[in-house]
């Protein structure tokens, strides 16, 4: 069993291997297939009446008979029947890893006659998708010639994986446009020291298997295969979308009760070195408790000490590179401590290794990932244990902790790994839930001093601030950036909702840091917010929901829906009235409750002098853990979210007095 390191860093691989295999499409021969007379006279889908393109035959060729590399061989045929279709079938991409190659494209266009346009392979380029954390994707990017509705487009190519094998690759069932027949032939490896290839479906048909073809290939095939359309705020694609993984296995069924058993028993006795204790850690242990009364406030201690004062050689942007250059991987938490710097690894280690220390109970815990996937613990396999962390006991209950999240705060996990099944590696592993973050722990407070001039415009300053998860996502999202990178996504944001909005002053405060919440300030000018009509002003008090489309614009819903945590958002707006008026409807918004999910409460006053307008936004969803909202309930849903965007464009007059408008 590989050590605990395997399972943190699980995650990127699999996520490399959705990308590529998500663009792997089809098997191609020597020569073009030939093309049935009725399907270029066709004019409606077979699998879908109102589709744009159809798929006539979508193939791909699994090669893993070399031990070196891994060969995808595709052939696809689309039938194009709208201009919506020329639109989408036009440009094709073909997205892989920038270790890999994509070669021996070929494309070309059939008329409706009979006519014959080929791609030129001049036409072919080369482009970078993302590049990011060490990990490039490129495409390689044609136009289709003489693309119209009527036509057939078809190309194929052959990805090429060096060093690479058919373990644990995804082949994606569904695609985003319906399939009249879907093939996947797998040659799996059968050279020395050879497992037996396995697979497991999701979400798919009953039935679905492969079966022997020839030359060592196994054949798999659907017909009729409705398309994907992707959803906003649904679960995860690979939760709700049609594939099958395979995988290497030399181990024979287990029920999965036992089978969990054994593998965390196995991870526990490879582990333990790990986190080993000596007397120089049980010596700082001592120290950083110190008077420390309660488990809690050991814990807490320990927490901060291990995340404030021991570097993360991956995102501590005080180390230089050379130093990272340099870092050798500590086998030990007394060279973590020692070093004052080391891997994810490492510091959770250590973490687990002081707690043990200071008497407290504490292991290390690995867990599925809802970013990709909803853990099922009755497939009987590793693969789906992306993450890990320590789970450590206080008060017979366990607490999950992971200071090495560089920005994760004390008492909380990253959103992808609470609410997971988690597997507690001890002599006796046990299951347990994590549990998810209350919404007062995510919290929006966006605060704003304004003026508004006689003319509807609208200036003065602005503050967002960010805590928990919220703050997680934005810093993880701009961690990367440079300042004006970062100043562009605030002004695009705030622009989205207000076009004419002006910003200047832009300050990003705790990008980096741990611990602080993520804020942004900017003084903001918008000419036009309020509307003018002859001696009133029309005013939309709610400035940080100006312009913020329904969430749910759709009448309609196909999948669950799925919100990543819950939050809280806390607005309040002061706005200095223009000289000479006053509110002339003074009415605000009703506040609702929505059970134990949500509360909804704005408030809107004037200041005792009369000369300015106080607004007050209070608003949480997800409460009792409610994430996952399914698709029976997405009318009840879209109503509430309705009725909080119709709420929050709520409208106040501002008449100028007789006397002010004679002035």
């Excluded at 029920?255 to 850690?281: C, F, H, Q």
């Excluded at 570097?311 to 590179?321: A, F, G, H, I, M």
Aim: with cysteine; aromatic share 12%.
């Amino acid at each position: 069993m590989m050590p605990p390191r395997f399972f943190s860093v699980l995650a990127a691989v699999a996520f490399c291997l959705i990308i590529s295999v998500g663009s792997s499409t089809a098997l191609a021969g020597d020569d073009w297939k030939p093309i049935d007379p009725a399907d270029l006279a066709s004019k409606v889908s077979v699998v879908e009446k109102d589709a744009d393109a159809e798929a006539l035959f979508w193939e791909v060729r699994v090669d893993d008979g070399e031990a070196d590399e891994l060969i995808f061989t595709n052939y696809v045929r689309v039938k194009v029947f709208t201009e919506r279709g020329k639109e989408s079938q036009s440009k094709i991409d073909l997205p892989y890893l920038g270790s890999y190659k994509i070669k021996d494209i070929a494309a070309r266009t059939v008329k409706v006659d009979g006519t014959i346009v080929e791609l030129k392979k001049d036409d072919v380029f080369e482009r970078t998708l993302l590049k990011a954390n060490g990990l490039k994707v490129k495409a390689k990017s044609f136009a289709m010639p003489a693309v119209e509705p009527g036509v057939i487009v078809e190309y194929r190519w052959r990805e090429i994986r060096g060093g690479k094998s058919a373990n644990y690759v995804q082949l994606q069932f569904q695609r985003d446009i319906p399939v009249r027949n879907l093939t996947y032939l797998v040659r799996p490896y059968s050279g020395p020291f050879a497992n037996g290839m396995s697979y497991r479906p999701f979400h798919m048909p009953n039935g679905l298997k492969f079966e022997k073809a020839k030359d060592g290939f196994y054949r798999a095939q659907l017909t009729n295969v409705v398309a994907f359309h992707e959803e906003p705020r649904m679960p995860p694609e690979d939760e709700v979308r049609s594939w099958v993984l395979l995988y290497y296995t030399r181990e024979q069924k287990t029920a999965p009760d036992k089978y969990w058993s054994e593998l965390g028993k196995t991870i526990y006795e490879s582990s333990r070195e790990e986190m080993k204790l000596n007397d120089e850690v049980r010596k700082k242990a001592a120290e950083i408790v110190g008077d420390a009364a309660t488990p809690d406030e050991k814990l807490r201690r320990i927490y901060e000490f291990c995340h404030s004062q021991i570097k993360n050689y991956v995102r501590d942007e005080s180390l230089t590179s050379d130093e990272k250059a340099k870092f050798k991987a500590n086998k030990s938490p007394a060279d973590t401590l020692k070093r004052g710097v080391g891997t994810g690894n490492n510091i959770d280690s250590l973490f687990a290794a002081l707690c043990t220390a200071a008497g407290l109970e504490a292991h290390l815990a690995i867990s599925g990932n809802r970013q990709n996937i909803f853990l099922d613990r009755d497939f009987t396999n590793p693969y789906f244990l992306q993450s890990s962390f320590i789970a450590v006991k206080v008060n017979d209950k366990w607490q999950f902790l992971s200071p090495a999240e560089y920005y994760t705060p004390y008492g909380m996990l990253r959103w992808l790994e609470e609410g997971q099944n988690a597997l507690v590696i001890s002599k006796e592993p046990e299951w347990v839930m994590t549990p998810i973050s209350a919404p007062e722990k995510s919290v929006q407070k966006s605060t704003g001093k304004f003026r508004l001039l006689e003319d509807g415009t609208l200036e003065g300053d602005a503050r967002i601030e960010y805590t928990g998860q919220l703050a997680m996502d934005r810093k993880y999202y701009n961690d990367d950036d440079s300042q004006q990178q970062r100043e562009e996504t605030l002004r695009s944001m705030v622009k989205a909702q207000m076009s004419t909005a002006e910003l200047t002053n832009i300050k990003i405060e705790n990008v980096n840091d741990p611990v602080k919440p993520f804020a942004y300030n900017y003084h903001v000018r918008v000419p036009g917010y309020a509307q003018r009509t002859g001696k009133r002003l029309f005013l939309q008090p709610a400035f940080f929901e100006h312009g913020v489309a329904p969430l749910f614009s759709s009448s309609e819903r196909k999948q669950a829906v799925y919100f990543h945590y819950p939050w809280r958002e806390e607005d309040e707006v002061t706005i200095d009235l223009p000289a000479g008026f006053a509110l002339d409807s003074p009415d605000a918004p009703a506040p609702f409750t929505i059970g134990q999910t949500g509360q909804y409460k704005p408030t809107i006053g004037v200041t005792k002098d009369g000369k300015s307008l106080v607004y007050k936004r209070s608003f949480f969803f997800c409460g009792g853990d409610a994430i996952i909202f399914p698709v029976t309930t997405y009318g009840t849903l879209k109503q509430v979210f309705d009725r909080i965007n119709q709420q929050d464009n709520h409208i106040i007059t501002l008449k100028q007095s007789a006397a002010s408008a004679s002035n």
